[in-house]
């Protein structure tokens, strides 16, 4: 049995960010989630990080392209660890460590899963939406992970004449030294 959470929820929109953190954000308990009435492809996860981001913040004010149904708990990338799976998951096993992809589940999706979002002590995703988290990441970073790298790899490729901290590659041809 799983114990009783908290989580942030967006109870009214605003005119700006900070005037839905003030008037619009509630901290609230959360029920235990009953690992037992999950979805068959669905994956339970207790947070342990979640990201707060620009976009977090520009969709508690409704200035974001995707605005989600109120009520709904708000942030788009967590990890944490899987407590409970649908009778149909595979390859997730209890206590794996995870992160989720913010575009498949969360406040920014568009599916089912939309009120579930990482300010909360659990969550609940689509099994396609759930990544293993690597041993080298730490729940902060697999959390802030996703954004980060979807921003740092096309800057990195528009700034050329930068030292690459990617080692070289080598290829049928030999060394690339552009890494």
Known sequence: MLPPGRHAV???LADSPLDALDRGLVLEDQPAPDPAALAPDEVLIA????AVGWVDLLMTSGQYQHVPELPYTPGLEFAGEVVGRGSEVAGLELGARVLADGLLTGPRSLGAHRRFGGFASYA??????VLPLPAALSYDEGAGAPRSLLTA???RARAPGLPSP?????TRSGLNKKG
Do not use: N, T
């Open 10 to 12: 967006l109870r009214a």
């Open 47 to 50: 947070v342990r990080s979640a």
């Open 124 to 129: 609940v995703a689509p099994a396609r939406a």
């Open 153 to 155: 790899r096309p800057a």
């Open 166 to 170: 990617y080692p070289p590659r080598r």
